[in-house]
């Protein structure tokens, strides 16, 4: 069965700081994709970045990197040096192949604090 | 290029009331999904089209009823609300299933008293 978690409900760090957002997958499927979103204040869901599940490079931009792991099915979003816009609920997504379906995780809340 | 819209962004309604959220997409998507969103639970799909003219099942469709009779548009209806509808309506569209990414609607704060 598909499932995410998103074991971090709420994080907390002092502008500046790294943070690491964990995500955890189960698929049984070789070929699916992942996905991450931010929400910020504002109500909207923003696209961040999709992964499919034969690239395992890791990839940066700007402040922002992902490192997935099929070893351990995970797929976690580290911010470099924070900053208060970063504050937001970020979702981590799962689709398997040839499905209509996300499976979103519950999300966790960063707050960046000034 | 206006994405995802949706119409309205708020709205309160009493038990039994009906009513319908409006989803319009500008970029040729084919596909257009409904998802609730409650606090602590992620999103949770309602309603999707794979197409104009079809419509089908997500994870929690009881209350809930969806029509496509135009491609750039996705409508949900709700025929009788109840308290429990109470939640963030988000609508998402996407060239094709799976691989390719949803874009969202900047979503409805529906509360039902």
């Known amino acids: 069965a598909q499932k995410v978690t998103q074991a971090q409900t709420e994080i907390s760090v002092v502008e500046k700081e790294d943070v690491t957002l964990d995500c955890v997958y189960e698929t049984r499927d070789t070929t699916y994709y992942l996905f991450w979103y931010k929400q910020p204040p504002s109500g909207e869901l923003v696209f961040l970045i999709r992964?499919?599940?034969?690239?395992?490079q890791n990839e940066i931009s700007g402040r922002y990197s992902w490192n997935f792991q099929k070893s351990t099915s995970s797929f976690n979003f580290t911010i470099t040096a924070s900053q208060v816009v970063d504050s937001a609920v970020y979702f981590c997504a799962l689709s398997e192949a040839g499905t209509y379906k996300y499976i979103f995780g519950t999300g966790t809340r960063l707050k960046v604090l000034a | 290029n206006a994405g995802v819209t949706q119409t309205p962004k708020f709205r309160v309604l009493k038990t039994g009331q009906s009513m319908t959220l409006l989803c319009a997409q500008d970029?040729?998507?084919?596909?257009m999904y409904w998802y609730r969103q409650d606090p602590g639970m992620g999103l949770r799909l309602i309603h999707y089209?794979?197409?104009?003219?079809?419509?089908a099942k997500g994870e929690v469709p009881d209350g809930y009823n969806v029509s496509r009779l135009k491609k750039q548009n996705f409508l949900l209806g709700l025929e009788s609300a109840a308290p429990s509808q109470t939640s963030v309506y988000f609508c998402?569209?996407?060239?094709?299933?799976?691989?390719?990414?949803?874009?969202f609607g900047p979503g409805t704060r529906l509360t039902v008293l």
């Open positions: 998402a569209s996407s060239y094709s299933a799976s691989r390719d990414t949803q874009y």
């Open positions: 992964r499919n599940s034969f690239d395992e």
């Open positions: 089209s794979v197409g104009e003219g079809t419509t």
């Open positions: 970029m040729n998507h084919e596909y």
